[in-house]
Nanobody, 124 residues
Framework: VQLQASGGGLVQAGGSLRLSCAAS????????LAWFRQAPGKERDLVAT???????RYAEPVKGRFTISRDNAKKTMYLQMDSLKPEDTALYFC???????????????????WGQGTLVTVSS
């Protein structure tokens, strides 16, 4: 199983980025997915989750600014990030967990597979 995150970069505050997470070696549609992020010197925190059935949850700091989505045919998950703030600066990781249809998972420990991370830097 491999998850490949991409799309990070340097952007000014107020700008947008779209992250992608391409999966291989797994039946993508059978997995719940999530984005986490880790800022320098801090713990890895949940950003957003999407279940197999498309149920979505966001962390409070990103509600209304970020949009998570998945394309099962392309085996890819996305994170559209708008109105970016300097506090969004972090290494962003995608994660996957084999799950039942509607289940949503919030903890790092729940996820079986992880991507390598893509760096997002937001300048003020």
């Amino acid at each position: 199983v491999q998850l490949q995150a991409s799309g990070g970069g340097l952007v000014q505050a107020g700008g947008s980025l779209r992250l992608s997470c391409a999966a291989s070696g797994l039946t993508f549609s059978r997995y719940a997915l999530a984005w986490f992020r880790q800022a320098p010197g801090k713990e890895r925190d949940l950003v957003a989750t999407i279940s197999r059935s498309g149920g979505i949850r966001y962390a409070e700091p990103v509600k209304g600014r970020f949009t998570i989505s998945r394309d099962n045919a392309k085996k890819t998950m996305y994170l559209q990030m708008d109105s970016l703030k300097p506090e969004d600066t972090a290494l962003y990781f995608c994660a996957a967990k084999h799950s039942i249809l509607t289940a949503t998972y919030y903890s790092l420990a729940d996820y079986e597979h992880w991507g390598q991370g893509t760096l997002v830097t937001v300048s003020s």
